[in-house]
C-alpha cells in the first residue's frame, strides 16, 4: 500500500519568512496530492491541490510543486502571517482508489 | 450552504461501552469517507462510501469497528466494546463524487475518549 512521509513534524518560522514542508510517497500510481491546513478544534480544510500532470501550482501565497521521478512534492508557503498557524497535512491518492493516505502532520508557528 | 456535520463533538464512554458516530455529509455527495486521528498524528482512513456500498473498509482496525450508510446520506460509525485505545478524534468527510480525486471536505470531528 501507500505510505506517505512528511517532514518536519514541526516548523517555527518569523512572519514575513517563507516555509517549506515536504512528503514523499512510495506508490508510482498516485497521482493526485492535495495539502489540508487544520486549525485547532476543526476538520482539516483543502488550500491547494496538484495533479500528476503538473510540476507546479500557485495560489497567491502558497505553492505547491511535484516531483514525480522521486516520488516528492512540496509546500511552499511565502510571506507567512501569524494566521498560517495550523497542522498541515499532505496526502497521496491514486485516482481509481478510493483510499487517502495522509502524511503524519507539520505544525507550523508563524511568529509576530 | 452547510458543511459537513459530525454528532456528537464528544463522547465521553466507559471501556466495553459500543458507541455510534453519526456523520451527515454535504447534501448530494457521493462519497463519504471516515478517518481516525489520534493526538498529534495524522489521519489514520478507516472506511469509504460510494453511494450506500463501502468499496474500500481496508482501514477498519478491527471487527469491533463497523459502519454503514442509508440512503446515500447518513454515515454511523459503530464501535463495540471500546477500548481505551479507541480514544480519539474521528473525522468524516465528503466528496461531490467518487474517485478519490475530488475534493474532501471535513466535518469538525467526534472527540471520543474511553475512560
Known amino acids: 500500500g501507500e505510505n506517505v512521509e512528511q517532514h518536519p513534524s514541526t516548523l517555527s518560522v518569523q512572519e514575513g519568512d517563507s516555509a517549506v514542508i515536504k512528503c514523499t510517497y512510495s506508490?508510482?500510481?498516485?497521482?493526485?496530492f492535495p495539502w489540508y491546513k487544520q486549525e485547532l478544534g476543526k476538520g482539516p480544510q483543502l488550500i491547494i491541490d496538484?495533479?500528476?500532470?503538473?510540476g507546479e501550482k500557485k495560489d497567491q501565497r502558497i505553492a505547491v510543486t511535484l516531483n514525480k521521478t522521486a516520488k516528492h512534492f512540496s509546500l511552499h508557503i511565502t510571506e507567512t502571517q501569524p494566521e498560517d498557524s495550523a497542522v498541515y497535512f499532505c496526502a497521496a491518492i491514486a485516482t481509481n482508489a478510493g483510499k487517502s493516505t495522509f502524511g503524519d502532520g507539520t505544525t507550523l508557528t508563524v511568529k509576530p | 450552504g452547510a458543511g459537513v456535520s459530525q454528532s456528537p463533538s464528544n463522547k465521553v464512554t466507559e471501556k466495553g461501552k459500543d458507541v455510534e458516530l453519526r456523520c451527515d455529509p454535504i447534501?448530494?455527495?457521493?462519497?463519504l469517507y471516515w478517518y481516525r486521528q489520534s493526538l498529534g498524528q495524522g489521519l489514520e482512513f478507516l472506511i469509504y462510501f460510494q453511494g450506500n456500498s463501502a468499496p474500500d473498509k481496508s482501514g477498519l482496525p478491527s471487527d469491533r469497528f463497523s459502519a454503514e450508510r442509508t440512503g446515500g446520506s447518513v454515515s454511523t460509525l459503530t464501535i463495540q466494546r471500546t477500548q481505551q485505545e479507541d480514544s480519539a478524534v474521528y473525522l468524516c468527510a465528503s466528496s461531490l463524487k467518487g474517485g478519490a480525486n475530488n475534493e474532501q471536505f471535513f466535518g469538525p470531528g467526534t472527540r471520543l475518549t474511553v475512560l
Open positions: 506508490d508510482s500510481a498516485s497521482n493526485y
Open positions: 496538484i495533479r500528476s500532470n503538473v
Open positions: 447534501s448530494g455527495h457521493t462519497a
